[in-house]
């Protein structure tokens, strides 16, 4: 049987987290880990890697991933100038479009192509920009497919039915892809209510990822804005015990809607003095209002080291936290607490450089030690 090759597009910086996605299926091999993108290779047929026109619940399967696409080409990169164009040109001539649709078919997709668009993306310098690189393809595939083309120039969105290629060129290759589903993965169906701050939906579920959740634990998302979190917590591992605070009522109306029928409880509550008891939390999950797109309300204006304080009291002995912070320097306040940074990783999103971190609970001799310094000064 003849493996079909898929890639899935992630947010920089979620490469690895994507990648071990993708290797827990245990029906799929990975065949590179590039920028923003893992290409793997998967041998089961008939299998749905995207929820959008596949799966009953219309939920992705890989929740960490932006899109996946099936390849259609990869080849060397072209070079840097106008007239390098027509590389690519040649790269949409190549293209198998009767397999790839039957291909898509057979894991969900659409069954038709109904109009072409293209998004294109490139590193390095060129004397030619991402929709000179979105027209020259996107225009020799509409033409072979026989259906219209949508070009993205003038800024206005594809119409309904438009089956949606990526294109990246990253100095090493060319690579020219076909999405699986009919809108992209990242673009939850359960996320129809959001507020300032939302969290993107795949950076959330990375976080429930890394916070190894089991059965029977108590997750709580102190902020928990329009319930992203807590949801693909859910999503990630049914069973657990669900609890989000926030003190904005259109945040906590949207956690309800978003999160319908699932077992999320989310109440009235300030991060800076939480309606609950200490050491009852296994799991803290949680993209804190620092003033980026929201502002620290209640307890936490003028005092953001509160939060630092109800984080240290409500987790467990065996507790962890999994947080997203724009910045390293509130870290000193969860060591001085008993909180040790076990994991910093830098991502990539929108603009902003935020830190996904996880903490764990000191152990006696470090906790006493810092304990000591903080009481000292």
Known sequence: MTAARLVARCVRGLEPALGTEILRTGSAAIDWIGHREVGFRTWARNETWTGHGGSSDGEPRLRTADDVFLLARRQDDIGPHKNDLAGLAEL???????????????RGGPAVFGGIEVSASF????TYNRYDIEDTVGRVLAERAGVPYHTRRHGEPPPPG????????????????????GRPAHRRVYKNATVPGTL????????????????????LDPCCGAGTLLIEAHHTVPGVTLLGFDLDPAARRAARQNAGPLPVAVEHGDAGALPVADRSIDRVLCNPPWGAQVDAGGRLAGHPERWWHELARVLTD??????????ARGLGHALALG????????????????????LERQRDGRRSRARREAAAR
Not at 123 to 126: I, N, P
Not at 200 to 219: I, N, S, Y
Not at 318 to 327: K, S
């Open 92 to 106: 949409a001539r190549a293209v198998d479009l009767e397999g790839l649709a039957r291909e898509r078919r057979t």
């Open 123 to 126: 590193l390095g310098r060129r």
């Open 162 to 181: 438009h089956s949606g290629w990526r294109l990246t060129l990253d100095g090493g290759h060319a690579t020219l892809l076909l999405r699986l589903g």
């Open 200 to 219: 993107h939906p795949p950076v959330a579920a990375a976080m429930a990822q890394a916070a190894e959740l089991r059965p029977g634990q108590r997750v």
């Open 318 to 327: 065996e507790g962890r936290a999994i947080l997203l912070l724009p910045e």
């Open 339 to 358: 909180l040790t940074p076990v994991h910093v990783q830098q991502l990539s999103l929108f603009g902003s450089r935020p830190l996904l971190v996880r």
